[in-house]
Nanobody
Framework: QVQLVESGGGLVQAGGSLRLSCAAS????????LGWFRQAPGKEREIVAA???????FYADSAKGRFTISRDNAKNTVHLQMNRLKREDTAVYYC??????????????????WGQGTQVTVSS
């Protein structure tokens, strides 16, 4: 079992930055595929960024050039650095882990472990 706890969300003005963190416990996530998803009000949950076990990355078009996913294996943590935030980035952000996958996963169904989510609100 892997327990994931997100932090770092909050209220920020458009153009600002936030750094989300996801701390894992129960087992190491260094050999997991990892992902950040988000769900805006009235919308389905969508992939934002993902990292393979070896550190390859994927970004949704909406995140390219602004967001960066990174791992800190020593701290069993994954981060999402979000820059130049826009109002449309407002959502609950979730981290997810897939222990049995080495490659990048962009589908929710491939992640058995999820955090509880952290709210990000971007004001104009």
């Amino acid at each position: 079992q892997v327990q994931l706890v997100e932090s770092g969300g909050g209220l920020v003005q458009a153009g600002g930055s936030l750094r989300l963190s996801c701390a894992a416990s129960g087992r190491t996530i260094s050999n997991n595929a990892l992902g950040w998803f988000r769900q805006a009000p009235g919308k389905e949950r969508e992939i934002v960024a993902a990292s393979s076990r070896r550190g390859s990355t994927f970004y949704a078009d909406s995140a390219k050039g602004r967001f960066t996913i990174s791992r800190d294996n020593a701290k069993n943590t994954v981060h999402l650095q979000m820059n130049r935030l826009k109002r449309e980035d407002t959502a609950v952000y979730y981290c997810a882990a897939a222990p049995l996958r080495a490659a990048i996963s962009v589908s929710e169904s491939e992640y058995p472990y999820w955090g509880q989510g952290t709210q990000v609100t971007v004001s104009s």
